[in-house]
């Protein structure tokens, strides 16, 4: 029931803002309806959806999975990736997936439980420090923009905080207390266990070389979703320097990580608004490109993990008969 009311109170917080931000600026159907100048770049697009993002998503997994000593194989963490996609769209933040990511790979290698989750929260940790020092080095292209300076500083101050975490994380001491706190707390056994074998996994990852090995793929990735945003621009015969999107989206994508609305939308389309106004583009072109790129970037994997998904079970029933 909690969990129905909260999907109940995103809901509507989501439409709320939808709301809020068409009734403010007194968007038309007109103006929402998008005029492909340049179409063909739309290939490009579409091609760091289905294909490039994909794989260099399963490739940065399977780096993070084989310093646990799990090989999974390429097709696995694909159609893993796809689901959890689809599955995430119902779920809060623009992020939701991770979660359905980290019970999947549980369940898929479930022998030395919180070994495979381990790889999960390590690779989105550095993939937030990540995005984190891309908003913070081309903020400065954004000094037109009156309030870049209090995101500067909530940037650096969630950069300090990360670092400083697992600095403190990775200590023996701090180990030890987690674990003699686990010992004592009033989790079941099997919760402990998976905390406990889940922050071990993590703390014995060798930091340099996972670094070494997975950030050019995280920097890859995070690069395809910015070109996304500036070739969608392109599209609709808006051209923006490239360097302008590498200062704004990863901005907008840290704000889209707040947990209120569903699949951060309202807050990304916000986001979007706000900051590409200060560029001289009309409001209702930046919420309908957002909406574009999303759909883009996360509506067509969905669909292709919702397949997946449904094939999956009716051959299960299938089997099972």
Known sequence: MKKRILYVVQFIITVAL?????HRFQFTLDGLTLKFQKPVWLVFSLYFSIILIPILAAARWNVFLGYTGIHATFNELLKINFESIFWGTFLPSSDGFAAIRLYKIERKYAEVPGKAGSTVVAEKLLGFIVLCL?????SFKLIFIPSIFLFRLI???ILLILIVSMLVIFQKTFYDSISN???KSQLS???AIFISNLYDSLVKLPKLKMMVSAVPLIISIQLCTFINVYLLFKIVGIEIPISYHLAIVPVIQIISLIPLTLSGLGIREGAFVYFYGFLGVKPEIAFAVSLLNFLILNGIPAVIGGIISITTQLQKRGISR
């Open 18 to 22: 939808f709301y809020i931000i068409v």
């Open 134 to 138: 891309f908003a913070l080095i081309f």
């Open 155 to 157: 940037i650096l101050l």
């Open 181 to 183: 706190f686990l010992l």
């Open 189 to 191: 056994a099997k919760i």
